[in-house]
């Protein structure tokens, strides 16, 4: 497999409207995969609420748990 370096090496190399093309390519495909990884995550969670596995929750109970679980993550 090639090196992180070498693969800049070989993009810079294309001319520059090719170059633009790569990354956007690049940033789309990055989109994509994020999509799917958060839909396997809302799937999973879907999963674990039917299964009895998580409790229901007011969106406002939801929203201060999270702020919470963040400003102890940013403390740490």
Known sequence: ???LDQVLD???QL???QQTM???IIRHRQIEARRAEI???A???ITAFHQGQ???QS???AITELRQFLSDETEA
């Open 54 to 56: 998580l409790t229901p």
């Open 43 to 45: 799937q999973q969670a």
């Open 10 to 12: 070989i993009a810079l």
């Open 59 to 61: 969106a406002e109970t």
């Open 15 to 17: 001319p520059l409207e």
């Open 1 to 3: 497999m090639p090196t």
């Open 22 to 24: 790569l990354i956007e």
């Open 39 to 41: 839909a396997a995550h």
